[in-house]
C-alpha cells in the first residue's frame, strides 16, 4: 500500500523522475525562474524547497546530502552562499508557481515557478514600460 507517499509519478519510472527533478532544481537554482507543466512545478517546489532548506543549514552533512542530487559544485556553491543568505530569516516558502495557461501544441497547463525575492527579476518596473507624456513628441505650448 502507498499510505502518506504523495508523489506525481509524471509518466516516468523512479530513476528517470529523480534524474528530471534533479535537473529542474539544478536550473531553477541557477536561473531563479523557469517555465515548465503545472504538475512537474508542483513536485519542483518540493524538492527545491527542502535543497533551500539543507542550504540554510550550513554544514557539511547538509552541502553532501544535496551534492547527491545536484552534482553541479557551482550551484551548490550558489545555494550555499547566496540564496541561503537571501532566505536565512524565511521559513520556508522559497519559491513561487505563477499559472501561465495552457501549451498550444497539446494544451499541457504551463506554470513559471520562481524563487522569491529573486535578485534578477527580469521583469520592468511599470514607471519605465509606460511612455512619458515628454516622450510622446507632443507639446501643447
Partial sequence: ??????LAKLGRRSSHRKATLANMVASLLDHELIQTTDVRAKELRRTTESMITFGKRQDLHARRQVLR????????????????????????????????????????????????????SGKAPKAESSPRASDTGDTDS
Fill in 1 to 6: 500500500m502507498r499510505h502518506g507517499k504523495r
Fill in 69 to 120: 542530487s545536484i552534482p553541479n559544485k557551482r550551484i551548490v556553491d550558489k545555494l550555499f552562499g547566496e540564496l541561503a543568505e537571501r532566505y536565512k530569516g524565511r521559513n520556508g516558502g522559497y519559491t513561487r508557481i505563477v499559472k501561465l495557461g495552457p501549451r498550444r501544441g497539446d494544451g499541457a497547463l504551463i506554470s513559471c515557478i520562481e524563487l522569491v525575492d529573486r535578485s534578477g
